[in-house]
């Protein structure tokens, strides 16, 4: 038995051990409403057995997989908080609370003032937009979007890792890609983030977003973003942004059923000049974040940016993402954090080093 077999075995057994003992203690204020209540429906005492048992074949088959991403975390924070998260998808909200201290929607929402209906006709899964004007530790955002959109971006600073002495985070004078701008909050806090000396390109391949988007940055100010109506991937396709009026903040490129999905690779954009250079990569692309990866593989050897991939719509890219940032064998450091109560918006950050 190898090193390794012997730590994932150990490892097995302190998950499952752990997942008994968490199936007998029941958490209090662990759900959110406003994420899994937006239909009406409470689900705040549902256990789905279901959804549960894939949970513990799924580990059962990868926890090894799982094991070698704890070898690649720099950090103790980061393994830590790796292993809530599996024991949160084996025994969910009743029974463990990820260890990250975030706040609820619902709380967070206290933070940012509240916004005013937008002049802007859109609707989709959390209802019409909203306008929003706040100042935030010195800087003003303006921006139409679905309601709690500012609370990942700006309270919880989803895309802005300081820990330990390690920061990543887009800076003035980067250029940085938004891949999944959806409403194009999260561009308009990264082209505040980088002033009028960086760029944000930013992307998504839905016409109802694009359409947010292009009127969220019509607004003074906002002229170093340059919106692209694709999506990113490994291959490309020539194709108008998917029609619908209606917006959707899960969609999946690779399973939308909306016909062919516009397609870009950012190694093609960087080979012909339309993208000078990536100094900050953000991912989230509802599942397609390897594909996208893979795209801009040669981008990444060139310029070695910092990343910021979304690490939660799939359980395998726990290990899938982690193993490929890993083994580009460019020395790049991986670290961890999560920005709700519940399974989703869980970040790896990962940069090289300098010096």
Not at 168 to 186: L, N
Not at 204 to 213: E, G, K, M, R
């Amino acid at each position: 038995m190898t090193s390794i077999d012997s730590g994932a075995n150990d490892f097995k057994y302190q998950v499952k051990a752990q997942f008994l003992s968490d199936m007998h203690r029941m958490e209090a204020d662990n759900y959110d409403a406003y994420r899994y209540g937006f239909d009406g429906v409470d689900r705040s005492r549902i256990f789905d057995v279901p959804k549960h048992v894939r949970y513990l074949e799924w580990f059962d088959e990868h926890y090894t997989d799982i094991y070698r991403t704890l070898l690649h975390l720099a950090d103790q924070v980061s393994r830590e908080l790796l292993f809530g998260l599996i024991r949160y998808r084996l025994a969910g909200h009743l029974h463990v609370r990820i260890p990250a201290g975030r706040l609820s929607l619902i709380d967070a929402m206290a933070q940012i003032p509240p916004g005013t209906p937008s002049e802007f006709p859109a609707d989709g899964m959390f209802g019409g937009l909203l306008h929003y004007d706040v100042e935030w530790n010195g800087t003003r955002y303006i921006v139409d979007s679905v309601k709690g959109a500012l609370i990942s971006t700006l309270v919880n600073q989803q895309y802005f890792f300081e820990r330990g002495g390690v920061r990543i985070a887009p800076e003035p004078g980067d250029i940085v890609v938004d891949g999944g701008s959806f409403t194009g909050d999260t561009s308009i806090i990264f082209s505040r983030a980088v002033g009028l000396g960086g760029r944000v390109f930013a992307f998504d391949p839905l016409q109802a977003h694009v359409d947010i988007c292009r009127y969220n940055f019509s607004r003074p100010g906002f002229e170093n973003i340059t919106l692209i109506g694709a999506g990113l991937s490994d291959h490309a396709v020539d194709a108008p942004p998917i029609a619908g009026s209606a917006y959707n903040p899960g969609l999946s490129i690779t399973s939308s059923g909306a016909g062919t999905v516009p397609l870009v690779r950012l190694d093609d954009l960087v080979a012909d000049r339309r993208l000078p250079r990536i100094d900050f990569l953000k991912l989230d692309v509802e599942g397609s974040e390897l594909e996208a990866l893979r795209g801009a593989l040669a981008a990444i050897h060139k310029f070695r940016p910092k990343l910021a991939i979304s690490l939660y719509h799939k359980p395998n890219d726990y290990f899938e993402l982690c193993d490929f940032v890993h083994d580009l064998g460019l020395g790049y450091r991986l670290y961890l954090d999560h920005h709700t109560i519940y399974e989703e918006e869980t970040v790896l950050y990962a940069a090289v080093p300098s010096g």
